[in-house]
């Protein structure tokens, strides 16, 4: 459904190429995560999803709908919602209320229809109720789902969010990561930039980007087994991905392409059965 050919992008005319040579694409529901060091082009690309930037060189297309075409971009932006990376960017609202109704709004929809939106997706979010608290009394948790709820609120059919989990705490980490998984449960395409590998182990794939280009694309389990072998100094793999790496470096005969601690067990205990009373 999106897809990038080839693309390079610069901020200024003579700037250095922040994208350079992307080839990626996007399938209809396919959850997608983008990991890589600061600076990388992570929120760069992001942007080249819904047309916020159009390639230097080369092309996006959503849905068959070039980016750059500027007629196209309001369709684009409907079928691409963004959640940026910090929420209180995104809120625009004095209520949340008002935040969230602020793109069906723009729409030209009926006052009635804006509000079922709404509280449809304040619910979606698990936010009900919420309708007329002051953005800005809100924990960074409910704030970041006020962001996506705005999103949802469009009816998108793809979501882009950008380190959507940052400088959350553990609970609202969890609710926020299991919203994401619901809503592609739900057939939600997603791209979810993310520093945290843990946070991934529900995505389809994994893309690490380097320096403007990617490096990797690949299932989570095979991506982690590359990280925790060490192929991309300071971009950490989960620790069952490196239990797992460093026990087939001890000799160990297990499968390093796991990432729950049950697969683990049963790897390590099927070693374990094969050579029975000896330590491999
Ligand atoms: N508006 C901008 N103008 C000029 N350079 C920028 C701008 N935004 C980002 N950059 C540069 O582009 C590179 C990639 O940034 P970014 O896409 O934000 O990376 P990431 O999200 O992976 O941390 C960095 O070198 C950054 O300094
Ligand atoms: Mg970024």
Same mark, same amino acid.
């Given at each position: 459904?999106?897809?990038?050919?080839?693309?390079?992008?610069?901020?200024?005319?003579?700037?250095?190429?922040?994208?350079?040579?992307?080839?990626?694409?996007?399938?209809?529901?396919?959850?997608?995560?983008?990991?890589?060091?600061?600076?990388?082009?992570?929120?760069?690309?992001?942007?080249?999803?819904?047309?916020?930037?159009?390639?230097?060189? @080369?092309?996006?297309?959503?849905?068959?709908?070039?980016?750059?075409?500027?007629? !196209?971009?309001?369709?684009?932006?409907?079928?691409?919602?963004?959640?940026?990376?910090?929420?209180?960017?995104?809120?625009?609202?004095?209520?949340?209320?008002?935040?969230? $109704?602020?793109?069906? @709004?723009?729409?030209?929809?009926?006052?009635?229809?804006?509000?079922?939106?709404?509280?449809? +997706?304040?619910?979606?979010?698990?936010?009900?109720?919420?309708?007329?608290?002051?953005?800005?009394?809100?924990?960074?948790?409910?704030?970041?789902?006020?962001?996506?709820?705005?999103? !949802? $609120?469009?009816?998108?059919?793809?979501?882009?969010?950008?380190?959507?989990?940052?400088?959350?705490?553990?609970?609202?980490?969890?609710?926020?990561?299991?919203?994401?998984?619901?809503?592609?449960?739900?057939?939600?395409?997603?791209?979810?930039?993310?520093?945290?590998?843990?946070?991934?182990?529900?995505?389809?794939?994994?893309?690490?980007?380097?320096?403007?280009?990617?490096?990797?694309?690949?299932?989570?389990? +095979?991506?982690? +087994?590359?990280?925790?072998? @060490?192929?991309?100094?300071?971009?950490?793999?989960?620790?069952?991905?490196?239990?797992?790496?460093?026990?087939?470096?001890?000799?160990?005969?297990?499968?390093?392409?796991?990432?729950?601690?049950?697969?683990?067990?049963?790897?390590?205990?099927?070693?374990?059965?094969?050579?029975?009373?000896?330590?491999?």
């Amino acid at each position: 459904m999106i897809v990038l050919d080839g693309v390079s992008f610069r901020y200024g005319e003579d700037g250095p190429d922040v994208l350079r040579g992307v080839d990626l694409r996007l399938r209809e529901g396919e959850y997608v995560a983008l990991a890589g060091h600061n600076g990388c082009g992570k929120s760069t690309l992001l942007k080249h999803l819904n047309a916020l930037l159009v390639p230097t060189e @080369g092309t996006v297309t959503v849905d068959g709908l070039d980016t750059r075409d500027s007629s !196209l971009q309001r369709g684009i932006r409907r079928a691409v919602g963004m959640v940026f990376q910090n929420p209180d960017h995104q809120i625009v609202g004095m209520t949340v209320e008002e935040d969230v $109704a602020f793109g069906p @709004g723009n729409l030209a929809l009926p006052p009635r229809e804006v509000r079922e939106c709404v509280r449809e +997706a304040l619910a979606r979010v698990g936010l009900e109720g919420y309708e007329s608290r002051a953005p800005h009394t809100l924990s960074g948790g409910e704030k970041r789902l006020v962001s996506i709820a705005g999103v !949802l $609120a469009m009816k998108p059919r793809f979501i882009a969010l950008d380190e959507p989990t940052a400088y959350l705490d553990p609970v609202s980490r969890r609710r926020v990561l299991d919203l994401i998984v619901g809503l592609h449960r739900q057939g939600m395409g997603i791209l979810h930039v993310t520093h945290s590998i843990g946070n991934i182990v529900d995505a389809d794939r994994l893309v690490v980007m380097e320096r403007g280009s990617i490096a990797l694309d690949d299932r989570p389990e +095979a991506a982690c +087994a590359a990280l925790a072998s @060490g192929r991309f100094p300071g971009l950490e793999a989960p620790p069952v991905a490196t239990l797992m790496a460093e026990l087939k470096s001890l000799g160990w005969g297990v499968n390093p392409n796991v990432l729950s601690i049950r697969e683990a067990c049963r790897e390590i205990d099927a070693c374990l059965a094969r050579r029975p009373g000896e330590r491999p």
